[in-house]
């Protein structure tokens, strides 16, 4: 069948380009990247938060960070990572905290270089140019953070509001630990969509990019349930590390997740490249 075809010349496309352009490499990259930005990133938008007064949004950023971690991976983590957010910081404007902001944008140019090697593009844009833009990104993160933490916060006096004068709504309003994991997860979407389409050299089509997403988020929920599995059945990371377990578990799924995210952006470049050889074929026909 045509369409079986398709899919195998798509599949062996994005598979060989990743393996032979050191997918694999560039996957264990994103990875130490995304962790080492990570907690610079949250210290910055801790303290940005606390500079403009919303004291209680280090533990709500650590919930959107890290609810749609499996618990078994995040648990750990998130509770370090919430002592060290609370450490107060008043240093807003001082080197460290601009140091933070830095590091925190290096993920941004992982992801950005990672891309550019799965659509097959050279950057072309200067190294000034592609910071600025990392660090923009970093600043929209923390304020979209500090919003929907400000949501949060009221979402139980909204929930109230709606119970007592919204009687048919209340089966359908959940927990508050639900609608962190919805908007946890809209963040997510919200994000893989606006770094296909900004991040990379190029210009796409959201109509481009969609196929790369919605494996991704199939992939990150498949192998995130499937590593939980593990590591609850059969993993011996404790023994193995001891102390230094979490930070390797979190490593490893680190890599997994970013080895699915640029098989994404390999998806969406061989979906492209059958669509343009196909249109030539046909032109040449006509």
């Given at each position: 069948m045509r369409w079986l075809v398709a899919v195998r010349r798509v599949l062996f496309d994005a598979l060989g380009h990743f393996n032979n352009d050191d997918g694999w490499a560039m996957s264990s990259h994103v990875a130490i990247s995304a962790l080492t930005a990570l907690?610079?990133?949250?210290?910055?938008?801790?303290?940005l938060a606390s500079f403009l007064g919303a004291e209680a949004f280090a533990e709500t950023a650590v919930h959107l960070v890290f609810d749609t971690w499996p618990a078994e991976i995040a648990a750990p983590i998130a509770h370090e990572v919430v002592n060290v957010l609370t450490v107060q910081r008043r240093d807003l404007l001082t080197f460290g905290v601009v140091l933070a902001a830095y590091f925190a944008s290096n993920g941004i140019?992982?992801?950005?270089t990672s891309l550019n090697r799965a659509y097959r593009v050279r950057?072309?844009?200067s190294f000034l140019h592609r910071r600025i833009q990392s660090l923009v990104f970093v600043l929209i993160a923390t304020l979209s953070f500090l919003a929907i933490s400000v949501l949060l916060i009221l979402a139980p006096l909204i929930e109230r509001f709606l119970d007592s004068h919204f009687v048919w709504i209340r089966p359908y309003l959940g927990t508050i630990t639900l609608w962190r994991f919805i908007?946890?997860?809209?963040?997510?979407v919200f994000g893989l969509v606006a770094v296909h389409v900004w991040l990379p050299a190029g210009r796409r089509r959201l109509t481009e990019i969609v196929p790369g997403i919605?494996?991704?988020?199939a992939g990150?929920?498949?192998?995130?349930?499937?590593?939980?599995a593990y590591l609850d059945k059969f993993s011996s990371y404790v023994t193995t590390y001891a102390g230094l377990a979490s930070i390797m578990i979190a490593i490893v799924f680190l890599y997994i997740n970013s080895v699915i995210f640029i098989l994404g952006g390999e998806l969406n470049a061989a979906i492209s490249r059958y669509l343009a050889g196909r249109a030539k074929v046909r032109r040449v026909r006509e």
């Open positions: 907690f610079p990133f949250l210290i910055f938008a801790t303290t140019e992982a992801l950005r950057e072309t844009r908007i946890a997860a809209a963040v997510i919605l494996f991704t988020l990150w929920l498949t192998g995130s349930t499937m590593f939980a």
